[in-house]
């Protein structure tokens, strides 16, 4: 856990060493309310069993804080990891919101996976932000970026000198997020990154997924000016045409993330599982030679 207590946007962040994800925890001090961001549900990929351990630390985290939970926020359909939002949703009551391209991403998924109990409609979600939305913490004012290219719904939401960016950017010695999942392009991240770019100098950026090259310590944040500075990959391309060439070059050698084929399923669930079927199990499908 890493916890930011400078007089400007409050923001703690929690990570989860199996998948490297970062959920963030964004609070009006003044009223008590806060906002989740990309929360996570733990899932074993080999026995096939979910555990609410990460999501329950945030929760109990909140209590703790005596804070009053009114936005789950997620940046995108994670293919990294299962969402906690709907075990959330359940345990507070607390409305989700996504960016509102996430019915493409639904109408992409459902082919692949061929589900016909998914509604790619958004109705998943309780909310779905247009490019531009504000969002509103008690008496903390953001607003939502549409920032695709690593999927056609990805959105940066912004509070003040706070934005947390998804999977568009991660650590500068890390560089950037690929694009070669459906729907992704290397030209549509590298202006979504300019977007970013284009926030001040001294604006926090939160990421989703700290990998941690060479063992060094946990990074949750870097600002814009450093990504412009030291970003391995945006250093190294000058345009889009270079960037998205350096990004199919990568791509290519990348395997598909652990957890895609469940966590996509789920995720465009908004975090719920399957309805389960008649003997009282859940199923999540297997796609051959698709992917």
């Known amino acids: 856990m890493d916890t930011h207590t400078d007089t400007r946007t409050d923001v703690e962040s929690f990570f989860d060493p199996d998948t490297f994800t970062l959920t963030h925890l ?32 945030a929760l109990a985290r909140i209590q703790e804080r ?9 940046t995108h359909v994670h293919a990294d990891h ?17 960016g509102a391209n996430v019915c493409t991403v639904q109408k992409t998924f459902t082919d692949i996976f061929n589900i016909h109990d998914v ?3 958004g109705s998943q ?14 008496g903390l004012k953001g607003y939502v970026m549409f920032t695709p290219g690593h999927t ?7 509070f003040g000198d706070a ?43 939160f990421l989703c997924h700290d990998y941690q090259p060479g063992g060094r310590p946990l990074v949750t944040h870097t600002t814009v000016a450093d990504q412009r500075e030291k970003n391995v990959h945006l250093t190294a391309c000058t345009d889009a045409k270079a960037y998205a060439k350096m990004r199919a070059d990568k791509d290519a050698t990348l395997s598909m993330p652990v957890l895609i084929l469940p966590s996509v399923q789920v995720n465009i669930r908004a975090g719920r599982l399957p309805a389960p079927e008649d003997n009282g199990t859940s199923y999540l499908k297997l796609p051959l030679n698709r992917l």
Do not use: N
């Not at 939002?85 to 996504?98: E, F, L, M, N, Q």
């Not at 650590?171 to 694009?179: H, M, N, Q």
């Open 152 to 158: 056609p719904a990805c959105a940066t939401y912004v």
């Open 82 to 98: 299962l969402s906690g939002g709907d075990y959330i949703r359940d345990k507070t009551s607390v409305k989700i919101a996504i």
């Open 163 to 205: 934005a947390f960016i998804g999977d568009t950017l991660f650590a500068p010695d890390y560089g950037s997020a690929r694009c070669d999942f459906p729907g992704g392009d290397g030209e549509t991240l590298y202006q979504s990154m300019q977007r970013i770019l284009a926030l001040p100098d001294t604006t926090r950026l």
């Open 119 to 121: 509604k790619t409609d």
């Open 66 to 74: 005596g804070l009053d939970l009114v936005w789950v926020l997620e």
């Open 125 to 138: 979600f309780d909310r779905l932000l247009d490019d531009g939305a504000e969002i509103t913490v008690g």
């Open 26 to 57: 964004v609070t009006d001090p003044a009223s008590g309310k806060c906002a989740l961001i990309d929360p996570v549900l733990d899932f074993d990929p080999k026995s096939g069993r979910t555990s609410t351990k990460s999501a329950d630390h």
